[in-house]
């Protein structure tokens, strides 16, 4: 079975540029996450959908961070006016519920110059 | 809030050695812990799994204990090889939240 999905791979926005990041998750699983993993450091969670319902977006830096899963399952994570300190891997991990093991996907590199 | 410290940052270790990475954390109210592997540019790999009713988990030469009360967990890496090169990631989901709470990692070099 297909794991966590995540395009693009890679992204080089020029700062002030509004980026989208899409996740797909494991099929089946009602719980998403997306974290920010700056250069040589560990993971920093960002937000939390159950379902269709963000539950938890106490992590988003700020206003310019917005994050939606509509349906219950794709999710875009959307950066308007991008800085250079939004340069940094996003990854999206899945789960089948609460407290479970979270997969995630390979990350989406982004870079703004 | 919770916060994950994992030391040491970087190791370096001749094949075969048998190694111990560290993990602490500062709230001992946590659901479970996991450690993770990342390789250069891609995403992370759950290695183990440590339901905070636990003490170890093993999977193949991997073996991981969990000290819940002095806020301490271990990744020990038997016989090391060089396609163990990686960084280890260390991270617990509290009680209260949803999330992970991830510390900095060790990078590990296990040169032939």
């Known amino acids: 079975g297909a794991g966590v999905s995540q395009s693009p791979r890679y992204k080089v926005a020029k700062r002030g540029q509004d980026v989208a990041l899409r996740c797909d998750p494991i099929s089946g699983h009602v719980s998403l996450f997306w974290y920010q993993q700056a250069l040589g450091q560990g993971p920093e969670f960002l937000t939390y959908?159950?379902?269709?319902?963000?539950?938890?977006k106490s992590g988003l830096p700020s206003d310019r961070f917005f994050a939606e899963r509509p349906e219950g399952s794709v999710s875009t994570l959307k950066i308007q006016r991008t800085q250079q300190e939004d340069s940094a891997v996003y990854l999206c991990a899945s789960s089948p519920g609460r407290g479970r093991e979270q997969y995630f996907g390979p990350g989406t590199r982004l870079t703004v110059t | 809030k919770q916060e994950v410290t994992q030391i040491p940052a970087a190791l370096s270790v001749p094949e075969g050695e048998n190694l111990v990475l560290n993990c602490s954390f500062t709230?001992?109210?946590?659901?479970?812990l996991q450690w993770f592997r990342q390789d250069p540019g891609k995403g992370l790999t759950s290695l183990l799994l440590?339901?905070?009713?636990?003490r170890e988990q093993t999977s193949g030469r991997l073996n991981a204990s969990l000290d819940k009360s002095s806020g301490r967990s271990t990744l020990y890496i038997a016989a090391s090889q060089p396609g163990d090169s990686a960084t280890y990631l260390c991270?617990?989901?509290?009680?209260?939240?949803?999330?992970?709470?991830f510390g900095g990692g060790t990078r590990l070099m296990v040169k032939p």
């Open positions: 440590i339901q905070s009713s636990q």
């Open positions: 959908f159950q379902n269709e319902a963000q539950l938890d």
């Open positions: 991270a617990v989901k509290d009680n209260a939240g949803n999330m992970l709470t």
């Open positions: 709230d001992s109210a946590i659901y479970n």
